[in-house]
């Protein structure tokens, strides 16, 4: 098991403590900042993004050992100063990967997710991609390569500079003094998830804001300009798995209909949101031109529903952490249809609340995986485990059939 799926049985549930602190907070402060179905929906998509790491799937282009094994020039000592550059090459890194996937069209499907809820809580924090599959950022590294400094301290450093990004998303916590000149603060986060006009494409920092005052990219909250929160084409769905793809199939339809091959082949690197001017007048897009016009999405599901689709998120987050405590002992194809069926669990349940029946289709793929796995493993489960793993299938199938009728009555009513 590798260190940060390790140190995720750590972080998760003091992530999920401190959501739950904030949401006890606002209430008693009047703040409305937690809507149900967008926090399971967050919560969701950090499930299918640690879940990812079961499938294995990624292309590193360029990997940082290659780079230590052929661009050392001196090996940096001691170790107090070795962490230090590490922790400042890493905080670089980050920044310019994170202009990257705002600022061109293909890189944008990256980082869409995150950005894909229009409220800002903790619980956003957690909208993470499971479609950044091709590995780069070793590039921008070359400066810890050269210096000699262990992949290892990257190994350990990554999670790190990873879960100390969760704590500034937030509406909470105002303007923090002198370490706003420092570090990036709430403050500064609520300005690079707004999409004011002000605030568009701000504030890339993911630890220290001093890159973005460095490379022009900074902008403070202003108080006369409140944040709207969200993505200027509207996701319109709790579904993270749909929000994941949807710039990317948006892309590849651009694409295929522009007129022009030039157009067909630079859609992809241009800046993002940039369509050709024939595909953007035949197919419009909805777009959000005035942030204080946003109408935010919303889905008329009951309580009970929503009840369902929280239980059905916890069962989830469960089995991710029994995929990845049972990964060596099953094996990468067990772990794969694990990771499969958590996927399928997730994308039926979310689009249950979007009143969408292609849940139904996602329950049937979710039975024929777990089929697969107790057919693979049917030497090997105990017998009260098939029959628990195949009855749970077998209630979340009639679930769904069963709310997406009475949601259905609910609606018409």
Not at 96 to 101: A, I, P, Q
Not at 234 to 260: E, G, S
Not at 363 to 374: A, H, P
Request: proline share 4%; with cysteine.
């Amino acid at each position: 098991m590798s260190f940060f799926i390790q140190s995720l049985f750590i972080a998760i549930p003091i992530f999920i403590l401190f959501i739950g602190v904030e949401m006890i907070t606002a209430k008693r402060m009047g703040i409305s900042i937690n809507h149900p179905a967008d926090m399971i929906s967050s919560l969701s998509s950090g499930v299918t993004n640690i879940a990812k790491d079961g499938l294995k799937f990624g292309v590193i282009l360029v990997s940082y050992p290659w780079l230590l094994e052929n661009l050392m020039i001196y090996t940096l000592e001691p170790i107090g100063a070795a962490v230090l550059v590490a922790f400042l090459v890493q905080d670089f890194t980050g920044y310019w990967m994170h202009r990257l996937n705002h600022r061109v069209n293909i890189f944008w499907n990256r980082h869409i997710i995150h950005h894909s809820s229009e409220e800002f809580n903790l619980s956003c924090a957690l909208r993470q991609s499971i479609s950044d599959t091709f590995h780069f950022s070793a590039i921008l590294m070359i400066p810890a390569a050269m210096l000699g400094i262990s992949h290892k301290f990257f190994i350990i450093l990554g999670p790190i500079h990873l879960f100390m990004q969760f704590w500034y998303h937030t509406r909470l916590i105002g303007k923090m003094g002198w370490l706003e000149k420092i570090i990036v603060t709430p403050s500064h986060h609520r300005v690079h998830h707004a999409i004011n006009p002000e605030y568009l494409d701000k504030n890339y920092g993911q630890i220290l804001i001093i890159w973005d005052k460095l490379f022009g990219s900074f902008q403070p909250e202003l108080k006369s300009v409140k944040p709207v929160y969200g993505i200027l084409r509207p996701a319109n769905t709790w579904n993270p798995i749909i929000i994941n793809y949807k710039h990317l199939w948006q892309l590849m339809k651009d694409a295929f209909y522009a007129k022009y091959f030039w157009d067909k082949i630079r859609i992809w690197f241009m800046p993002t949101g940039w369509r050709p001017k024939d595909v953007a007048e035949r197919f419009p897009i909805q777009t959000t031109e005035n942030p204080f016009d946003q109408i935010k999405y919303k889905t008329e599901n009951s309580r009970l529903l929503i009840a369902w689709s929280a239980l059905q998120m916890s069962v989830s987050l469960a089995m991710m952490f029994v995929m990845f405590f049972l990964s060596k002992a099953v094996g990468a194809t067990i772990t794969t249809l694990l990771a499969l069926f958590l996927w399928a669990n997730v994308f039926s349940y979310t689009f249950l609340m979007d009143g969408n029946k292609i849940a139904v289709g996602a329950d049937i793929v979710k039975m024929v995986l777990i089929g697969s796995v107790i057919f693979l493993m049917r030497d090997e489960m105990i017998p009260m485990s098939i029959t628990a793993f195949f009855l749970y299938g077998i209630l979340s199938t009639f679930g769904t059939l069963y709310f997406m009728k009475k949601e259905r009555k609910l609606s018409a009513i």
